[in-house]
């Protein structure tokens, strides 16, 4: 209505006055306006105020020519000022006329509200409650579901039942057995250090060894046979030690040093390696001593590389620590199994352990002076159900006609004693539970059990320990799924079983994943 009224006011105007004039109002606010204007005062009439409009016909001002005259300029300008609102078309003309009498523009149009609007408004609430809550339940299936966990695992350390076998200790002079495999070390009974003659070059060859080690097979450095070298053979074996004939200028190997050593006992060669490895002897022979004491012989101490000094001295149970060492290195045993060796000087030497290679004897060192008498030390394998199990048995101080053919005879009944004594434990039965595998969305979980079963051999009195080691879980088990490992030992013998699941544990569901807090 406002807009159809400017353009019929613009018309109004052009129609009357076509030069340009001020031409007399036509509507009726005008003629209300001039006749109030009239009367008012007896002063020369003024121009009456124009009422400016827009180009869209809305008010754009209210122009008294008594202020700014009949001039183009200030009407331009004020065309230029932000549009007044119209007055009101219901308005009374004496309301008009006034407003226009005072040069205040008249008041604004009261604008209807737009009916979409409070529609917009209605929706918004509910659009918002939506979008929280689509929010929220991404955020909740966006989190990472729980890892499964065990309870009950079993963890076991008991003994193995039954009384173990006496066995047959020497009359005279210490013995000890021990099975490297179980960590059993049985010792006849309180032993102080006695002379060890050349069980002492079981050292030797361990330090030679473990400062120069030797693949299976491989032979080593050469060393070369010095004047003096060949000068102290000739006088230990003119004193009646056991030695290896050399020759100045002559090489062999490490591997032939340590057949020569051990096999012929040759003294004179323990010697030559101390001073290869250390310098002299006398500093390999500190280097034995803080390996005795590394090793755990508190009762051992060492004079010399050779063992020919009575100064070196030892008991059984010290002696046999340094020959698992020795055994668990693969040269060494395969240097100790053979019956006889080939020197390029000394041609073939039998092995002074004449059972080796007879009755499962495979090793290691016999010993033997008028200090020491009769010492010998064996490693024999023995079947327990089927098994091969390494026995070690040693003893010293035997005596007799033969000493060590008494040695050897007390050593072999030791070992096949303590291999009667051994027999095989069944720890863990096929489907043995060891735990349960729950998630917080399956409580009662599903039970864990062993896989296969296990059975270890054993002594009578040994602890056997079983432990259960857990896998990183993750939801989603079926049926057969690994979840962990049994671990049977007794000692160093042991067994590995795989613990799996009876059950499934699926991951969780969405309702449980979009309730959880």
């Known amino acids: 209505m406002a807009r159809r009224s400017g353009r019929h006011s613009r018309r109004a105007h052009a129609a009357a006055e076509p030069d340009g004039g001020t031409s007399a109002p036509t509507t009726a606010a005008a003629r209300t306006t001039a006749t109030a204007t009239a009367t008012a005062t007896s002063a020369p009439p003024a121009p009456a105020p124009v009422l400016v409009t827009d180009g869209d016909g ?181 004193a009646g030690a056991t030695t290896v004939p050399v020759e100045e200028g002559e090489a062999l190997t490490e591997r032939q040093m340590l057949d020569g050593l051990m096999v012929h006992s040759a003294n004179n060669l323990a010697d030559v390696l101390a001073r290869w490895d250390a310098g002299t002897v006398p500093a390999f022979v500190v280097k034995m001593n803080a390996t005795a004491a590394a090793l755990g012989m508190t009762h051992t101490h060492y004079a010399d590389a050779s063992g020919l000094d009575p100064g070196t001295a030892g008991n059984a149970a010290d002696v046999l620590r340094v020959t698992e060492a020795d055994m668990a290195m693969p040269t060494f045993g395969a240097v100790v199994a053979q019956p006889a060796v080939t020197l390029p000087v000394a041609g073939v030497l039998p092995n002074y ?105 054993a002594w009578p009195g040994l602890p056997v320990r079983v432990h259960v080691w857990r896998r990183s879980l993750r939801p989603g088990l079926t049926p057969g799924s690994r979840v962990g490992t049994v671990s049977v030992s007794v000692g160093s013998e042991r067994a590995v079983l795989p613990v799996r699941v009876t059950g499934s544990l699926r991951g969780p569901s969405v309702a449980w994943r979009l309730a959880r807090r």
């Open 58 to 238: 809305l008010e754009a001002g209210v122009v008294d020519h008594a202020d700014v005259g009949t001039s183009a300029a200030p009407l331009a300008l004020l065309a230029r000022e932000p549009a007044a609102p119209a007055a009101p078309a219901a308005a009374p003309d004496g309301a008009v006329a006034g407003v226009i009498a005072s040069g205040a523009p008249p008041p604004g149009p009261v604008l209807p509200a737009l009916p979409g609007r409070s529609r917009h408004r209605a929706w918004t609430a509910p659009a918002v409650l939506v979008s929280v809550v689509v929010a929220l339940a991404a955020v909740q299936l966006a989190r990472p579901a729980p890892t499964p966990t065990w309870h009950g695992a079993l963890h076991v350390a008991s003994p193995v039942s039954g009384s173990a076998p006496a066995l047959p200790w020497p009359a005279t002079g210490g013995a000890a057995v021990a099975v490297p495999a179980l960590g059993l070390m049985i010792q006849s009974g309180p032993e102080p250090a006695v002379p060890i003659a050349s069980l002492a070059k079981l050292m030797t060859a361990y330090l030679t060894l473990h400062d120069h080690p030797l693949a299976a097979g491989d032979d080593g450095p050469e060393l070369q046979i010095t004047a003096a070298d060949q000068a102290e053979a000739q006088v230990e074996a003119a």
């Open 353 to 457: 352990v004449q059972s080796v290679g007879t009755d499962g004897i495979v090793g290691v060192k016999s010993g033997f002076t008028q200090a020491a008498m009769g010492c010998l030390v064996l490693a024999g394998e023995r079947a327990v159900n089927g098994r091969p199990v390494l026995v070690l048995a040693a003893v010293t101080g035997q005596t007799g006609a033969d000493p060590l053919r008494v040695a050897n005879q007390v050593d072999v009944q030791l070992i096949d004693a303590v291999a009667s004594g051994m027999r095989t434990v069944d720890v863990v039965e096929p489907g043995t539970r060891v735990g349960t595998v729950t998630a917080p969305w399956s409580p009662a979980g599903v039970p864990a059990v062993t896989a296969a079963g296990a059975s270890v051999i």
